[in-house]
């Protein structure tokens, strides 16, 4: 995927096509690893791309580092339609998002006006070169202005960079959701009380029979009885309501 991609100008394509989009993320801060604070932004992501029906595919946490970022972001951004990382774009120096983002895509930092202007207005006198570190994005990054946001969504590439406050994120994140594509998922749930070598070769045969249906075994063990919950996912809802209705009797 050449990281000349500019999402802006092919959201619209990827919102007509057929092909479903795939996403990681990556969740940067020393303060995750640590357990200094909880990660609340990786189980939000994978509610809204369920809901918007991207693929997410992975999920990366990692310090504050400029060479492991930049690595991260590289790999992830040549296998994914899309990279969301949250955390690491303040003012402050373990604030190194942007710096490892430009690294891993070949890019120098650069000064944007538009971010100046935005930031002068919102610090006024209080604006000094360290806030001024959050005008330097990525070369050739675009701004996304969508909704009521007053700080733009900076994109480079196919890499949305994302703040790591929790309440930021949600709130910029849902403002551009719309850009993202995707083909929501159907769900169905069936419950069995048999143990999983009973129905496990119909489960292979049901996989085979219905491919675009993703079928999960998930036993419960939290309650009594024991339980095994057969979860069924798909983009097609005449295989899903099909499969569902074949295995139902083969579960006991």
């Keep these: 995927m050449s990281h000349d991609w500019n999402p802006a100008e092919t959201s619209a394509e990827k919102v007509a096509s057929p092909a479903v989009p795939t996403a990681a993320l990556v969740v940067i801060g020393d303060e995750i690893l640590s357990g200094r604070f909880r990660d609340e932004n990786s189980p939000w992501i994978i509610d809204r791309c369920r809901a918007l029906g991207i693929d997410l595919c992975r999920i990366i946490v990692i310090q504050d580092l400029v060479q492991g970022i930049g690595r991260e972001v590289a790999a992830c951004s040549a296998e994914h339609d899309w990279v969301f990382t949250s ?3 303040g003012p ?8 490892g983002i430009a690294l891993g895509l070949d890019r120098p ?3 944007r006006p538009e971010l100046v ?10 604006l000094n070169e360290d806030a001024l ?6 070369a050739g990054a675009v701004l996304w202005w969508d909704g009521e946001i007053s700080f733009p969504q900076v994109v480079a590439g196919n890499v949305v960079i994302f703040p790591g406050v929790p309440g930021l994120l949600r709130r910029k994140f849902d403002a551009v959701a719309h850009r993202f594509g995707g083909h929501p998922i159907e769900s169905l749930v069936l419950t069995t009380l048999s143990a999983e ?4 070769a119909s489960l292979r045969q049901a996989q085979a029979r219905w491919p675009q249906v993703h079928i999960g075994s998930y036993p419960r063990f939290e309650q009594r009885p024991w339980t095994v919950q057969i ?3 798909s983009r097609d809802p005449q295989a ?3 499969c569902a209705e074949w295995l139902r009797p083969l579960l006991g």
Excluded at 133 to 138: E, G, L, N, T, Y
Aim: proline letters at 5%; a negative charge; glycine letters at 8%.
């Design 117 to 126: 202007e935005v930031l002068a207005r919102r610090m006024g006198d209080r």
């Design 240 to 242: 899903l309501s099909a």
């Design 109 to 111: 930092l650069e000064r």
């Design 197 to 200: 070598p009973e129905f496990a």
């Design 231 to 233: 979860i069924l996912d």
């Design 92 to 99: 402050t120096h373990d604030d190194v998002t942007m710096e």
């Design 133 to 138: 570190r959050m005008a330097d994005v990525p």
């Design 87 to 89: 955390g690491g774009v």
